[in-house]
């Protein structure tokens, strides 16, 4: 709801996830909806807050309005086009002159600036040699850790390892989503700088309201069919052939009306149209063609029902910092089977919300997801615990209120430092 309260002004920068998009392709998800959920929660606090992206497409507004106080303000920076992250370095010294431009056209100053992503937090870095703010950064993802899976590095790789060691160390506060996330920061990155956990957060309502009857009549799904759910982006390191390899070992295919649902968007000939394209080849090679049903990019209205017709999501990620997906379905009263790592080991209790498994191991997936869908009374409850365990610590609400703590903090050191300097001076 709206507030008239003005507690102040905050930019939130996301150069790559644009906040307003739809979710679930071209690179776009848990990013964006982080930094538009905690932006919408904090203007409904009072907070004047505008997320600063880049201008991807012509066609695209430069200002989206959320809300009287809450805006999305898209800056020129390089080639109306998509361009995938791995390549937008080159853009930023040109979002910063925009980011400039913008503030002396609106004559705006933003005491807090929170970025998001290595990216930004380097965009972060430049604006501090200009001006006197507050730097808050949150990852989404660690170079360190995700360097480590794959076999070829991006040519940017060791700028960004550069970037993230000097915004840890510099920046006012770092905001890791779950401790597991702080491990990594402190053993892979560096000892130095501030850091805070603040988890992410879920629209606990939303993904509350439908019913599993209600949702599997309109999803046009047997009422006895055993659903096994997936919902993400299409990329290597999310682990779909994990499940789909799962799925079609002889513990999970002995389930009668067995169907797989894999929800998430994919652009032909892009990195997610090629994976998703060879996940249809192992479906294929496994004969699973006929249970297998690709539902493709679902809006957050949408999802809902993809949740609550599940009888189980999967989440066979190699490596998650904190995995939306996970509480989202925990959110809907439906029991999780999920990798054993990262931010997974946060949100999901093992034996009692869901079970966590080892990474990349098939067998041990098929045999979690069979113990669930062989005790359908079970999984219940695994799925009643986890969204208790997601009411008490994982709503938007929740996480925006410990930001809000967080940034009031900031201002009040950046108090301080200005007198500080008027004093000196
Ligand atoms: N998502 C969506 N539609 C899709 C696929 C994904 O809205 O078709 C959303 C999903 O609900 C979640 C986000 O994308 O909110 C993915 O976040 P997560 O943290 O699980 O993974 P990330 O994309 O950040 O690696």
């Known amino acids: 709801m709206y507030n008239r309260q003005n507690k102040g002004k905050i930019a939130l920068i996301s150069v790559h ?12 998800g848990g990013q964006n909806v982080y930094v538009r959920e905690i932006g919408e929660a904090l203007g409904g606090k009072g907070w004047q807050v505008d997320m600063f992206t880049r201008k991807v497409y ?20 390089g080639p109306e086009k998509f361009i995938g992250r791995d390549h937008l370095f080159e853009y930023l010294p040109e979002f910063v002159k925009s980011f400039f431009n913008f503030q002396a056209q609106t004559h705006t100053l933003y005491p807090i600036i929170h970025t998001n992503y290595w990216l930004s937090g380097w965009v972060g870095l430049e604006l501090r040699k200009h001006h006197l703010f507050r730097h808050i950064h949150t990852y989404h993802s660690l170079g360190a850790v995700k360097y480590r899976s794959v076999t070829t590095v991006p040519l940017v790789a060791n700028t960004r390892l550069s970037v993230e060691k000097q915004c840890l160390e510099t920046a006012d506060c770092i905001v890791a989503t779950s401790p597991q996330e702080e491990q990594d920061m402190r053993s892979l990155v560096s000892r130095g700088g501030n850091i805070e956990i ?5 629209d606990i309502k939303r993904f509350a309201s439908v019913d599993r009857d209600s949702a599997r009549e309109k999803l046009l799904i047997d009422p006895d069919a055993k659903v096994i759910l997936y ?5 290597r390191r999310k682990g779909i052939e994990t499940l789909v390899r799962a799925v079609g070992r002889p513990e999970v295919r002995k389930h009668e009306k067995l169907q797989l649902i894999i929800v998430g968007g994919s652009q032909p000939g892009q990195i997610d149209g090629l994976e998703r394209e060879r996940i249809e080849t192992i ?9 297998t049903f690709f539902a ?3 809006s ?5 029902n993809y949740y609550a017709a599940a009888d189980v999501c999967v989440i066979p990620s190699y490596y998650e910092p904190f995995g939306l997906v996970t509480i989202e379905a925990m959110a809907s009263g439906i029991p999780v089977v999920a990798s054993d790592v990262g931010g997974l080991r946060f949100t999901v209790v093992s034996s009692k919300t869901g079970l966590l498994v080892e990474s990349k191991n098939s067998p041990a997936f098929a045999e979690a997801i069979n113990r669930i869908l062989s005790d359908p009374a079970w999984g219940k409850e695994l799925g009643r615990a986890g969204q208790r365990r997601v009411n008490s ?33």
Not at 17 to 27: H, V, Y
């Open 393 to 425: 610590f994982f709503s938007w609400d929740g996480v925006a209120s410990q930001m809000e703590d967080l940034y009031q903090c900031q201002l009040a050191h950046l108090h301080r430092e200005f007198f500080a300097t008027k004093v000196v001076s």
């Open 300 to 304: 957050h209205s949408e999802l809902p």
């Open 17 to 28: 996830g644009d906040p307003s998009i739809d979710i679930g392709k071209e690179e776009a």
């Open 58 to 77: 012509a066609e695209q507004a430069n200002i989206v309005e959320h809300s009287p106080n809450v805006r999305t303000i898209r800056l020129a920076a």
């Open 296 to 298: 493709g990019q679902i």
């Open 198 to 202: 603040i988890p992410c957060g879920t």
């Open 283 to 291: 479906v294929e090679e496994l004969g699973l063609e006929k249970i």
């Open 231 to 235: 919902v993400g982006r299409f990329d």
